[in-house]
Structure formats: C-alpha cells, structure tokens
C-alpha cells in the first residue's frame, strides 16, 4: 500500500495571507485550485446527507429495532446515538478542512486524495455502527484503520510515516486480538452442542450458563484487542504519538469518530455478556481503566506539548469510560454523557490546537501566551474546551463522571473510588498549570493573523452548545434515547 500521499498538513499551514483569493491566484494554477475547493466542498455536502440521514433516523423514523439486509445491517438505539453522533461530528470537521483549503491555497495540494479517503472511513465507520454482525463490524472498523493510516502522513515529515505505521501495526494487532477473541467465543458455544453464530440476537440466544474457560480467553482477548484502537493501557503508546503527529482534522477523525466505533463493538459484546458474565467482564473492565488513568496522569504532569496533552487526556476519558462500563447498572446513563460529551470536547480542543499551531509554528505550553488576546475564538474554544474536559459544570462531562463516581459507591467499590478521585485531582491540577498559562497572559510571539472568520469557528461553537445542553437540559427524545441505550447496557 502506498502510504506516500502528497497531502499537505492541515495541523502546521502557514498564517492565512489578508485578503488572499483564488481570483488572484495565477491562471496555471486556476483550474486545480477550482477542483480542490469544489471536491471539500462536495466533502461537505456528503457529510450533510449524512448528518441529515441519521437525524432522521432519530427523530423522525419509528422507534424500535429494524433488521435490514437478510439481518446484517440493525438500527437500534445504540445505532441511533452512534450515527447521530460520529456524523455530525464528521460534518463539523468537514466544514473545518473546507473553510482550511478555501483560504489557505497551499492547502489546495493533494487534497483530492484526502477526501477521497476520508469519506471511505466515514462510509466505513457508519457500516460499522449499523452491523448486525460481530465480524462485518471488525471488518468495517478494520477498513476504518487503512483508511485513516495515509491520512496521517505528512509530506516532508518522517516523524509522521513513523507513526502512521505505529498506528496501523497497534491497530492490526487489537482487532488480531479482538478476533482470535471471537473465535474463542465460538469455541465456547460449540462446547454446548450448538452451532456458533455472529449474529448479535442468534448469540444472544446462545449465551447461557456459567462461563467456561474458552468464554473467560474470549472475553479477555476481545476487552484487550478493542481497548488498544480505544487507547486503554497497556496497548496505548500509539495514541499520543497519533494524536500529535497527525494533522488535527485527522486527529478529530480519530478521537472523536474511530474511538466511538471502537467503543459501539465493546457495547454491543457488553449487551450480549454482561448478564452472563457479570463478575469477569467487570473486573478487566475496572483494572484496565484504573490502569490507563494512571498512565494517562503521570504522561499529563510530564508533557510540554499542548498537542500531546490532550491526546494524553483521551487515554483518561478511555480509563474512565472503561470503568463506568465495568459497573453498568446505576452508571450506565451517566457513562453515555460522558462518552458523548467526550467526542465533542475532542473535536474542539484539537481543530483548536491545529489553529494555535498553525499561528506559533510550535507546540510548546511555555512559547504560547495571551490566546484570549491574539486569537480569541481560538482562545475561547481552548479555555471552555479544558474546563469540559476536566468535567466542570455546567458540560455534560460533570453530570457524567458524577453519575459514575455515585455508581462507585453504590456497587461497593470504594477502594476504586478513591484512587478514581485521587487520579482526577492530580490530572486537575496539571492539566490547569499547563494549560492556563497559555491563555491568559501578553503574547510572546507577534505574528500578523487577520480576523478570524465565523465560518471557521460555528463547527466548534455547535459542539459546545451541545455540550452545554446535555449538562443543563436534554430534549425529550434525545433523552429516551440515552436511556433505551444505557438499559441495554444493564441500566436498572
């Protein structure tokens, strides 16, 4: 596979010129720069049908499950919060490479090809989502990863090629995992003198009595495999490297997109077993999310790069949501605020860290000061983006983690309790020292940056608007749909 695309790097592109349009570009180059607008563009408007399909979907078709395509495809709650999801995520991000490309023409390069892939991960990603199978949506999620691999890439920067095919190698190997786990799980089934089946509601069926040992393999290996595309420790050194290296519309795609399908292939094994395997799926569950918050602490108090900061921040988000989904029941509608409250805070802080990037040309906390002053979109989206992310209210992310943190106590999990709290204020802290600085303060570099545009900034303020609803007031049907998904994961 040719992983040497010529595509420009939407993170580190130079300043925006005043006053710069394609009118004044030369002749040669006319026709080109014409293509390259009109396919982001057309990236827009797919992404539109798309958002516009699954709102559809939500509000205005019947409610229930649907079984499509001779039982492949199923549209069910946990389809509907997903799609609706991950779409108009993908719709904000699409808008963000459009307005990129129109007013930074070096951007213009390449750009094809980026399109090109980032619409076959989306399909991908959607297919994912809808699979009624346990193995089309590892395929699908697979396709998912060689879609976004040359997406990392940046021309002229090897550090990127290493990464890209650090991701791909860590993926490969967790959905290795994830389906040598699904074979054990057939195993398992066989054992009971039936004929396995990846069907979601034919396994269902097919679960029952006490876990036997190829049940316990599986379960693990498929925790394991699906937590390294999640970032959850110890397969999660890929994710900061990832995180940082690739151009931030590709980093968005990845947070905020990728890890939700990851996550819906933990859902939907958690709806079949959780009843059955109660006890083993929630301790794995609990000591890889402890374990992937500590690491994620200790790399947030050592980090100089705000870039990588934030990516260290999505592996605490995985160890979190890891052990809201280690003790379902009470905490299951609170773990869905915050897993969709997460997806959002992603997307804003890292197109936002794209743009503080692309004006410092560095990602270093102590070379960055008085954003509020010299970018302030930029510097708004950074200072609420943080305070959601270190789950303040009034965000979704602080009803959340609080509904988790009750669902602690109430499962008896005390010791977890306070080593989750202790975990939480030492991230508080350093996340504040880090981060504050940067955006209050005088500016220590002068650069020339002209006015910033409104259509550069309404992707980012629709994610927070949204983000603040689901902390102060959540429409009706939004919100029977949060909780039909958290029953299915056990919610009483």
């Not at 297919?127 to 990392?152: C, R």
């Not at 786990?181 to 069926?205: K, M, N, V, Y």
């Not at 959601?388 to 669902?407: D, H, K, N």
């Amino acid at each position: 596979m040719n992983y040497n695309l010529k595509v420009k790097d939407l993170r580190s592109d130079p300043p925006i010129e005043p006053q710069t349009t394609d009118v004044l570009a030369p002749v040669t180059n006319a026709g080109p720069s014409i293509r390259a607008v009109r396919s982001t563009w057309l990236l827009v408007g797919i992404a539109a049908v798309g958002a516009a399909a699954a709102v559809s979907l939500t509000f205005f078709a019947a409610p229930g499950r649907t079984v499509l395509l001779d039982g492949y495809v199923v549209i069910d709650s946990t389809a509907r919060l997903f799609l609706l999801l991950i779409n108009a995520i993908f719709l904000g991000i699409a808008v963000y490479i459009a307005n990129r490309v129109r007013t930074v023409p070096e951007l213009r390069e390449g750009i094809e090809k980026f399109v090109g892939l980032a619409l076959a991960f989306m399909v991908a990603a959607d297919l994912s989502i809808v699979s009624n199978h346990l193995l089309t949506a590892w395929l699908f999620l697979e396709i998912t990863t060689v879609a976004a691999a040359p997406l990392i890439i940046r021309k002229g920067v090897p550090s990127s090629l290493r990464a890209s095919w650090r991701y791909f190698l860590f993926s490969s190997i967790g959905l290795g995992f994830t389906l040598l786990g699904f074979l054990c799980l057939a195993r398992s089934i066989e054992h009971t003198g039936t004929s396995p089946s990846f069907f979601l509601e034919q396994l269902t069926a097919q679960v029952s009595g006490p876990a036997d040992l190829w049940r316990r393999l599986g379960l693990m290996l498929v925790f394991l495999g699906y937590g390294t595309k999640l970032g959850l420790a110890p397969m999660y050194s890929w994710l900061p490297e990832t995180y940082d290296e690739a151009p931030p519309a590709v980093t968005a795609l990845l947070a905020a997109v990728q890890f939700n399908c990851a996550l819906v292939g933990v859902f939907r094994v958690m709806q079949i077993y959780r009843s059955a395997d109660q006890g083993l799926v929630s301790e794995e569950l609990i000591t890889l999310g402890l374990m992937s918050m500590a690491v994620s602490t200790f790399s947030i108090i050592a980090t100089r790069n705000y870039k990588r900061l934030i990516a260290d921040a999505s592996i605490n988000h995985a160890g979190v949501i890891a052990i809201g989904l280690g003790i379902g029941k009470q905490a299951s509608y609170g773990l869905l605020l915050y897993v969709v409250s997460n997806a959002f805070i992603k997307a804003i802080l890292f197109l936002t860290a794209g743009n503080i990037q692309s004006h410092y040309k560095t990602k270093d906390m102590g070379e960055v000061a008085g954003l509020i002053k010299d970018l302030p979109y930029s510097g708004l989206f950074l200072m609420v983006g943080t305070f959601a992310l270190l789950g303040l209210p009034p965000f979704g992310s602080f009803l959340g983690e609080l509904i988790i943190l009750s669902g602690l106590v109430r499962a008896g999990y005390l010791l977890v309790f306070v080593a989750f709290c202790a975990l939480l204020t030492v991230t508080f802290v350093a996340t504040g020292r880090s981060i504050f600085p940067m955006i209050w303060g005088e500016p220590k570099i002068k650069v020339s940056w002209p006015r910033q545009s409104l259509i550069g900034a309404l992707p980012k303020l629709i994610f927070l608007v949204a983000l603040i609803s689901m902390g102060l007031y959540m429409p009706p049907q939004v919100n029977r749909l949060f909780r039909d998904v958290a029953a299915s994961l056990g919610a009483e």
